[in-house]
């Protein structure tokens, strides 16, 4: 499968609960939207559709390389440090840019999706809520 940023072909990071595939050119992780939701729940949080954050209909993000439809950027965290993946409105897939060029393994892979997705679901590191 080819990076839906950079087309250039991604590798497995296998475990033996899911695959990841990453991209050695730009660091993007892919990850089918079943297992990602496998490692949130294992975390603590809540489902992807549960986490919120904003779609974002002026940005061109790619095409999924599994169904070949157009990505939307989703939008999250606060104004000070937003954070966004891409995701296929069709199969679910996200994609995760250039922050994980470190995970070298599925495990710290995982470790640093789940981190990645606590900085989007939790805006305010205060616990004020964050005003768009």
């Not at 940023?5 to 730009?26: A, F, H, I, N, Q």
């Not at 892919?30 to 209909?57: F, I, Y």
């Not at 840019?97 to 710290?108: G, H, L, R, W």
Request: negative net charge; contains cysteine.
């Amino acid at each position: 499968m080819n990076c839906p940023s950079c087309d250039v072909e991604m590798v497995d990071l296998e475990s033996p609960d899911e695959t990841l595939r990453k991209c050695g050119e730009c660091g993007g992780l892919w990850v089918d939207v079943s297992d990602l939701n496998r490692m949130l729940l294992h975390a603590g949080l809540p489902g992807l559709e549960t986490l919120g954050g904003r779609v974002n209909p002026d940005e061109m993000c790619g095409q999924c390389p599994e169904c070949l439809v157009d990505l939307v950027r989703v939008e999250g965290g606060d104004r000070k440090h937003p954070v966004e993946y891409d995701t296929c409105e069709s199969c679910g897939g996200v994609l995760l840019e250039s922050e994980f060029k470190d995970a070298t393994d599925a495990v710290s892979a995982k470790k640093e999706i789940v981190a990645f997705f606590k900085r989007f679901s939790n805006p305010s590191p205060k616990g004020k809520a964050a005003q768009f």
